[in-house]
């Protein structure tokens, strides 16, 4: 009995988290709307947020460009990448979600920051990157299990091989699957720019 309660709670979890996964686009909207309602301007957080922002859509580019295939509501990959931002942190993409979403809440204020930060480890760190990589793991059993023991999930391992940074790079994939998610990033930081005057 206590073993099938158990593989009931493993099937919602992964429920959820597949969830999560295919709604993160949408999750990650609500989340900005909540941090604009919230937001209280701190202009002297302008520069940081410049650059945290600037910094995390040029991490989310460089990734998206290695990558082989336009990434859509389900988790899958033809191929383990390990070179570019990968050879780095195996959730680049994620991380410069991180990047743009710390430096927006640092303009909007102590609340959104709060939340922000509560709200990011909860969707990704719990729910959407577990998922990602449990589909990984399956998909490539020893190669995953070699480069997850090498690269660090969103934090860096010191040292990590520079040599392995280089790799295919291709113009297709990033316009492809970028150009939203750079409209959303100037947009989201021009609505949190003018909450000032509204």
């Not at 640092?106 to 609340?111: D, K, Q, S, T, V």
């Not at 990589?133 to 023991?149: A, D, N, V």
Request: with cysteine; charged share 20%.
């Amino acid at each position: 009995m206590a073993k099938l309660r158990g593989l009931t709670r493993g099937r919602r979890s992964s429920e959820i988290r597949a969830w999560a996964f295919k709604m993160r686009g949408g999750i990650w909207t609500a989340l900005f709307c909540a941090i604009l309602f919230l937001a209280e301007v701190n202009l002297s957080a302008l520069p940081a947020m410049l650059v945290l922002v600037a910094a995390g859509q040029a991490l989310r580019f460089w990734a998206a460009g290695c990558i082989k295939r336009y990434r859509g509501e389900e988790a899958k990959a033809e191929i383990l990448v390990t070179w570019g931002p990968y050879a780095v942190v195996r959730n680049p993409l994620y991380l410069g979600n991180g990047l743009i979403g710390l430096g927006w809440s640092l303009l909007a204020g102590p609340r959104a920051i709060a939340l922000f930060v509560t709200s990011y480890l909860i969707l990704y760190v719990f729910l959407i990157i577990p998922h990602e990589e449990t589909i990984l793991e399956r998909c490539f059993r020893e190669e995953f299990h070699r480069y997850k023991e090498r690269v660090g999930r969103l934090i860096p391992k010191i040292p990590f091989e520079l040599s392995e940074i280089a790799g295919p790079f291709q113009w297709s994939v990033l316009w492809e699957s970028e150009r939203h998610s750079l409209l959303v990033t100037i947009l989201g930081t021009s609505l949190l720019l003018s909450r000032g005057w509204w």
